[in-house]
Structure formats: C-alpha cells, structure tokens
C-alpha cells in the first residue's frame, strides 16, 4: 500500500512530526548553540504525551495492548513511589518526579504515537519526516567520507576497525546510528521508488558502520539476517529470536569485553550493586532518583557513597560519568524485583503490535531491529530513556500505528471479498 504523501498543514500531525525532527536535532542544538533548554524537548513530548492520553481516554477510550501497558506503569510506578516513601534516602521531590518522567515517557510516547499512526490516513506525518530524513542521510554520508580523511570536528579521533568513530552533527556515535536507522525507516513507509529505496538502503548502513559501535551494529546486523529470514512468513518465532540474541552477541563482542567482563568496570559496577540494592530495599526497591538514574547522579545518591562509589573511576563526585551509563543496574535497583517484572512485561508486550506489523517484511525487520538494539542497549547504557531512545520509540509507535490501520484496511477487504463470495 503506497501512501500518498499530503503536505496540506494538520496541527496534530504536525506537532507530533516536529517533536520526532526535534528530539535528534536538540542534541546539537543544545551542545553546538547552547540551546539547553532544548535539552528537556522529551520531557515535554512526554507531558503532551500524558495530556493527550488523558483526552483520549475521556473522548475515545484506550484499548488493549495500550491500555495494559498504561496500568502497568501506573503499577511500576506506585511500586517505585512506595520505595521513595519507606526508605526515605531521598527527600526532595522534584528528582524523584523528573526519574518517574523518564519512566513514562518511555511508553507514553509509544502509545501516542501509535495512536497518532493509526488515525493518520492521509499519511501526513511521514509527508512531513521524508525531506529531512532523505537530507539527514545523504549529508551524513557526505561528511562521513570526508571525515576519515579530513577534520570536521565530527568523529572522535581513537581509530576502532581501522576507522574513526563518526556521529556527523550529533555528538554521539552510538546515538546518530539510531537517527540514520529511523530515518530510513521513515522512508521505507513513504515507498519511494524501489533503486532509489536500495541506495537510501546502502547509505544507512554505510553511515552505521562508521559509527563503529556495536549497539547500532546490532541494529544492522539483525535487519539483515530478518530480510533474508523472512521469506514465507514475518512472524517472531523462537528460531528467528535465537538467530537475533546470537547475531547481537556477535556484533557486540568488542562491548562486552571492554565493559561486561572486567568485574571492576563502572558498569559491571553498577549491576551488581542495583541487584544488592533491590536485595536491600526488597521489595519496593529504593525508589525514584537513588540508583542508576541521571538525578541519583546529579544528587549523588546516598548509597553511593554508601557503597564506595567515591573511590571509584567514573562513579565519583569528581568524575561521575559512568553514574547514569546502565539502565539495567537502574531498573533493578530502583524498582526492585516486582517493579523490575513489571517493567520487563511492559517491555515484552511492545513486541505484540511489532509481530503484527505486515506492510512489507522491510519495515517490520528494522522497526524491531531498532527495538532490539534499545534493548540491548540497556544492559551498558541509558540509550532507551535518553531524547534518541524517546525518538525511537515515537517512530517505532508510529510504524506500529500505520500497520494497523493497513491491517484494518486488509481485513476489510478480506470480509468484503468473503461477502461477495
């Protein structure tokens, strides 16, 4: 089904569009200009998000998958808040209401926009993305040549496979493999014509392998071995999530040496003592901004120095780099082992609306491909709660609302044909 692509101005689509284009962009934004209320753009995605839900709740209704993961991080939520309230390690409320943000804005903004995706039958918001994507791609791949043999200030300057590591305008390598997959996402929806699909195809994968990380690696890798895999049939069977794991594992080794298997490493660091801490603290763990997060960092927790983290590289007050860079330890040590289950539900149930995705076996390989790149990403970084990892989940949400509605449009020509019959 090629959409028609329409550029007539709809406000919603248009806010929802812009917020996707914005999310990226704030990284520069914010470290080149000095922008840095820009920096807050997810956060204020997620209160539209919430607003929004809110309203449609009130006029529509909200079913399903969305409405189990809304009470479910409701639940994550009170799980989390009756930590904060028992153990008292942390007593200012704004942290512990800016870390029960970055919960939400996680799933509140997939629900949104898949919501946005499903209702959009004019095709409005990709008609808006297409252009900056196609731009986003081409002068990335311009300045990603030119970059390895000349200094653009946009590559780091330790060499890793024989390349310098490139992230063109958006200061972080890892993070701008996650823009260039989701910008060609978006132009696999659009249905551009099928040569000039194949060479946004090869750009892609070209400026990811440039990033030379193995979290956006992982990304590449398992959209691959899905296109091939996906002859017959699209479906997420046990054998195609085996090949994933093993693929993933593969593509990134390098990571797991440098950062897993050092039992010293700040990350490593960090996931046991978030298990240490849900032991602790069982069962409501410790609660919001006292473990893993960006506030427990900035107001460096109580338990840290409970735990010695002042002595320790990357974990200090002096040089606290590595105190925000493992979701994992995060989630298991704030939420607890209920919250953690809950969470990891949550989580599983995004795959239920990605298996039934059935535009074309493209699409559905990267949307879940990006997916699980998020997913691995936590085990050694905080990539999923990040503005790239709020935009990934806007543009998967989005992907997974366009599958419906042309699922719906199949079903209804499927009982049409069966009525004619």
């Keep these: 089904m090629a959409p028609k692509l329409q550029f007539k101005i709809s406000p919603r689509e248009f806010i929802f569009a812009f917020f996707i284009i914005l999310l990226p962009f704030s990284l520069f934004a914010e470290k080149k200009l000095g922008l840095t209320i820009i920096g807050y753009s997810d956060e204020t995605l997620c209160i539209i998000c919430i607003l929004y839900i809110l309203y449609f709740s009130f006029k529509k209704g909200i079913k399903g998958i969305d409405l189990t993961m809304l009470i479910l991080l409701i639940v994550c939520s009170v799980i989390t808040l009756c930590g904060n309230l028992i153990n008292k390690l942390i007593t200012n409320w704004f942290p512990i209401i800016v870390d029960l943000v970055c919960l939400a804005k996680i799933f509140t ?28 791609i081409i002068l990335g791949s311009i300045f990603g040549i030119l970059s390895q043999f000349v200094n653009l200030g946009m590559t780091t300057p330790n060499r890793r496979y024989g390349i310098l590591p490139y992230y063109f305008i958006f200061e972080n390598e890892g993070r701008y493999g996650y823009i260039i997959a989701c910008a060609f996402l978006i132009l696999l929806l659009a249905k551009l014509p099928k040569k000039q699909e194949r060479i946004y195809e090869v750009l892609m994968i070209f400026n990811i392998i440039i990033t030379t990380k193995g979290v956006t690696y992982i990304i590449v890798i398992s959209y691959i071995v899905l296109v091939i895999m996906w ?10 999530l085996i090949l994933l794991i093993l693929s993933g594992l593969a593509a990134s080794s390098v990571q797991i040496n440098t950062y897993l298997r050092d039992t010293e490493s700040p990350r490593v660091t960090l996931i ?15 609660g919001f901004a006292t473990y893993g997060s960006d506030m427990a960092a900035r107001n460096y927790s109580k338990l840290y120095i409970k735990y010695g983290f002042e002595n320790r590289y990357g974990l200090s007050t002096l040089n606290s780099t590595c105190l925000n860079d493992c979701y994992l330890g995060m989630v298991v040590g704030q939420f607890g082992y209920i919250g953690m289950i809950v969470f990891l539900v949550m989580l599983c149930l995004i795959f239920v609306p990605l298996d039934r995705i059935a535009i074309n076996k493209r699409v559905k390989a990267l949307t879940v491909s990006i997916f699980i790149g998020l997913l691995v990403s936590c085990i050694g970084t905080a990539i999923i709660k990040s503005s790239i990892g709020v935009f990934s989940m806007a543009v998967i949400g989005l992907i997974c609302g ?16 069966g009525d004619n019959n």
């Design 109 to 136: 903004v997939f629900i949104v926009y898949k919501l946005v995706g499903e209702r959009d039958t004019k095709k409005r918001v990709i008609s808006y993305l297409v252009p900056i994507c196609k731009i986003t």
């Design 272 to 286: 046991r003592y978030g298990f240490k801490t849900a032991n602790t603290y069982f069962p409501f763990g410790s």
């Design 402 to 417: 366009y599958s419906q509605q042309y699922n719906s449009i199949l079903e209804a020509k499927k009982a049409e044909k």
């Design 231 to 240: 002859k017959k049939t699209l479906k997420l069977n046990a054998k195609t």
